[in-house]
Nanobody, 114 residues
Framework: VQLVESGGGLVQSGGSLSLSCAVS???????PMWWYRQAPGKEREYVA?????????RYGDSVKGRFTISRDNAKNTVYLQMNSLKPEDTAMYYCNVFIGLDYWGQGTLVTVSS
């Protein structure tokens, strides 16, 4: 199982970024996926969830209405579109899958300047 996040970077407050999570080693269409984030000195925080068919999507309270999770099972990729970014969104962002145990990518850093 391998998860590789990309798309992070430096953006001004109010801007947008689109993150990707490319997966391999398992059949993406069989598993729900999550995005989490961890800011410096803070605990890992749940960001978003998507089920296998994209019919159920859920979000953490801090990102609701600004972030959108999606997936393309044919491309083995999960996405996180982030709009109206705030400095408090600054964090390392990780995608996650549970297949008997939790698997994580290496993360992609998002920095939002004020």
């Amino acid at each position: 199982v391998q998860l590789v996040e990309s798309g992070g970077g430096l953006v001004q407050s109010g801007g947008s970024l689109s993150l990707s999570c490319a997966v391999s080693g398992f059949t993406l269409s069989s598993y729900p996926m999550w995005w989490y984030r961890q800011a410096p000195g803070k605990e890992r925080e749940y960001v978003a969830y998507i089920d296998t068919t994209s019919s159920i999507r859920r979000y953490g309270d801090s990102v609701k209405g600004r972030f959108t999770i999606s997936r393309d099972n044919a491309k083995n990729t999960v996405y996180l579109q982030m709009n109206s970014l705030k400095p408090e969104d600054t964090a390392m962002y990780y995608c996650n899958v549970f297949i008997g145990l939790d698997y994580w990518g290496q993360g992609t850093l998002v920095t939002v300047s004020s």
